[in-house]
């Protein structure tokens, strides 16, 4: 069955430090993959999207993903985080032939400690 | 360009009643997706308009349905509500249907329904 986990539900990390936020996926193909946040009250913001080629991408804030295909994995980087980051992410993907329809893990919530 | 926008943005119903919520997509983008998110269940795809046709369902009951208007503008309708409905429901457009690189999703702020 297609599949998206992010086995992290809640991370806490203090202001400056590193960051990285685990997504695997489930499928037979490579699907297109996407990170998006999500601030208190507010609706998805998208971060970043993998379709094809470099494996590593960079997207808004500060933030790159990387694609590993032999780990079916997405992770969510950023080498120096600012309190104004915590947050829900949520990791999606796309599966070839299902439109628009997005299948999103269960988040993890971000906390930086001041 | 204005975004994606969702009216109401709060919405307190009792179980039975029915509820329509509006999304309005952003200019020129003609697919627009439902999706309910839960602190249980997360975020689940409800359904995809496009030209004014369902192009794309996901797995909820009968009592949840939508439709899409000739200017790109959607609604969803829940009928007999029930606890469980309560929720952030939100709404995403895009230029087309297909999954590209080139078809980024927009959310707007979502509408929280609430019912009692």
């Known amino acids: 069955a297609q599949s998206v986990t992010q086995p992290d539900i809640h991370i806490t990390v203090s202001e400056g430090a590193s960051l990285e936020l685990r997504c695997n996926y489930s499928?037979?193909?490579?699907?297109?993959l996407f990170w998006y946040v999500q601030s208190p009250g507010q609706g998805l913001q998208l971060l970043l999207k993998?379709?094809?080629?470099?494996?590593l991408v960079q997207g808004i804030k500060g933030f790159e993903a990387e694609f590993k295909r032999s780990q079916s994995s997405f992770n969510l980087r950023k080498p120096s985080v600012h309190w104004s980051d915590a947050a829900e992410y949520f990791c999606a993907v796309l599966f070839t032939g299902g439109g628009n329809k997005l299948t999103f893990g269960t988040g993890t919530q971000l906390k930086v400690e001041l | 360009k204005a975004g994606v926008t969702q009216t109401p943005r709060y919405l307190i119903k009792t179980r039975g009643q029915q509820v329509t919520l509006s999304c309005s997509p952003i200019?020129?983008?003609?697919?627009v997706s439902w999706y309910q998110q839960t602190p249980g269940q997360g975020l689940q795809f409800l359904f995809e308009?496009?030209?004014?046709?369902?192009?794309n369902k996901g797995n909820f009951p009968g009592r949840f349905s939508g439709r899409q208007f000739s200017n790109s503008r959607s609604e969803m309708n829940v009928s007999t509500l029930e606890l469980g409905d309560s929720a952030l429901y939100l709404c995403?457009?895009?230029?087309?249907?297909?999954?590209?690189?080139?078809?980024?999703?927009?959310f707007g702020p979502g509408t929280r329904l609430t019912v009692l």
């Open positions: 308009y496009f030209s004014e046709t369902q192009r």
């Open positions: 499928y037979g193909a490579t699907p297109y």
């Open positions: 993998y379709f094809s080629g470099d494996t």
């Open positions: 995403a457009s895009s230029f087309s249907p297909a999954g590209s690189s080139y078809n980024e999703q927009f």
């Open positions: 200019s020129g983008h003609r697919s």
